[in-house]
């Protein structure tokens, strides 16, 4: 089917002028995420991914929002404005310049379908391909209601009955209509052209487009695909649905490359999200944006990482954390409970519990000891934190940025570094001990002298 279609120029017009009433939100509604992209992003990559050779973007008034959205998307993206929400037909023709450019296929997609696949919209043009001048996405969901019906003679669509205009019969049909259309170049703008707003909403209905095609004697199909490739969203209840099927389709993927879920259904993916060999997840961990994770590496439970890159044979966890600019080299170890952001650290370095390391660099096979922190930030600017190759850092010791621990160096428990410490030297920045012996049990008598007049008194 790609291959029909491979030669063949398309305009893809993705409908995205919708907003976020029926969401209970001030964000437009292609604007909000499912695994981790937005709405708008998922269906411009998918559309970009099926061989169109330009796209335009048709948004609502006083959308500069989902405007600049879809431009950091695709650049090449032409944007047009529907100025009155008057129906899908009319929503198209607000791109009517790009149509009048010309192509061989016309794409309609909605804004708000994050899991339609390239594959899928492929398929749909491969009808125009065949010789028909129009054809839908069709589905069959387990409740029909509320769906328009697709009338079909044999294999080709006659018409889509929405529910309310609906007979008896026709509702009783299971095949529904999708919402996507395909439309062939030399045809469209004559079909678009001839629909009218003669229905109760005064609006105009892309779907009449079928019975237009037909009465000009073009052939009109249907293209049969999953619930999921054409699932809309209006509600945050559907867009939770929309969130469990794309975690479905990316755990799916993962295992299938090889990557070991323990409890699958527990893990939560972006959908840039990207895996070597032998990857091991255990239960809870959460995968924010922009995530790499090489081979052999290990993330232990109630793990959350985003904006990082994991080397091969990394153990992560459990309860580590993350951030954006991590970056951890072959072999190092982030163990419980332990933050990571804006580093590099290198192979074979470890920080095993309860510590930070943000803007910092720690060098290969360093030993970063429990509850060190670096002291990056001093209310106004970020500082760096350099811990040379082979460096050793005593327990809750803390490293005022900017300084540097030099390879080699050793850093004494329980201090506070606030000044270069030079390769291969011990720093000691800490009170010194004092011992007064038989003081303890002083104290105790004193308090066993105290609890006797009390109860003296009583």
């Not at 063949?8 to 509604?29: D, F, N």
């Not at 048709?58 to 100025?83: K, L, S």
């Not at 030399?186 to 005064?202: E, F, P, T, V, Y």
């Not at 170890?333 to 470890?350: C, L, M, P, T, W």
Request: glycine share 12%.
């Amino acid at each position: 089917m790609e291959a029909r279609t491979a030669n063949r120029t398309c305009l893809a017009i993705v409908l995205a002028a919708g907003e976020g009433t029926r969401m209970a939100s001030a964000r437009p509604k292609v604007l909000h995420a499912v695994a981790g992209k937005s709405l708008l992003a998922h269906v411009l990559e998918a559309v970009a991914k099926s061989g169109v050779t330009a796209i335009a973007v048709v948004i609502g008034p006083g959308q500069d929002g989902v405007a600049a959205a879809a431009r950091r998307i695709r650049p090449d993206a032409a944007i047009f404005t529907q100025h009155a929400r008057r129906g899908t037909a009319h929503a198209v023709l607000a791109a009517k310049a790009a149509i009048e450019q010309g192509t061989d296929d016309i794409l309609i997609v909605y804004g708000d379908t994050p899991l339609i696949r390239p594959a899928t919209l492929a398929r749909l043009r491969a009808p125009l391909a065949a010789g028909a001048a129009l054809a839908v996405l069709s589905f069959r969901p387990a409740d029909p209601t509320g769906y328009g019906r697709l009338i079909m003679q044999g294999d080709e669509l006659v018409a889509i009955r929405e529910e309310a205009d609906a007979s008896a019969g026709e509702r009783a049909i299971a095949l529904c209509n999708g919402g996507l259309m395909a439309l062939a170049g030399n045809s469209a703008l004559a079909i678009l052209g001839k629909i009218g707003d003669h229905n109760r909403k005064r609006e105009f209905y892309l779907t009449d487009a079928v019975e237009i095609a037909r009465g000009m004697k073009l052939r009109a199909v249907a293209v049969e695909v999953e619930e999921d490739d054409v699932r809309g969203i209006n509600t945050k209840g559907q867009l939770a649905e929309a969130e469990a099927a794309a975690q479905q389709r990316l755990r799916k993927a993962a295992l299938d490359s090889g990557v070991t879920l323990v409890a699958p259904e527990t893990v939560f993916l972006c959908a840039d999200t990207k895996f070597g060999r032998d990857v091991v997840v255990e239960p809870y961990v959460i995968f924010g944006e922009k995530v790499t994770v090489e081979d052999g590496a290990v993330i232990h439970s109630f793990s959350h990482l985003s904006g990082a890159h994991v080397g091969k044979g990394v153990s992560i966890g459990p309860f580590a954390r993350l951030r954006p600019g991590t970056r951890l080299g072959e072999g190092s170890r982030i163990g419980n409970f332990v933050e990571v952001k804006e580093a590099v650290v290198e192979a074979g370095a470890k920080a095993n519990h309860l510590s930070y390391i943000g803007d910092a660099f720690v060098g290969a096979n360093a030993n970063v000891g429990a509850g060190t922190i670096t002291c990056n930030y001093d209310g106004a600017n970020k500082h760096r934190t350099t811990i040379g190759k082979d460096a050793f850092i005593g327990s809750n010791s803390a490293l005022v940025a900017p300084v540097e621990i030099g390879e080699g160096a050793y850093v004494g428990s329980g201090s506070v570094i606030t000044e270069n410490v030079p390769p291969d030297a011990l720093a000691l920045a800490r009170g010194r001990q004092t011992v007064k012996e038989g003081w303890a049990s002083r104290l105790r008598g004193l308090k066993s002298l105290g609890k006797k007049k009390a109860h003296s008194r009583d």
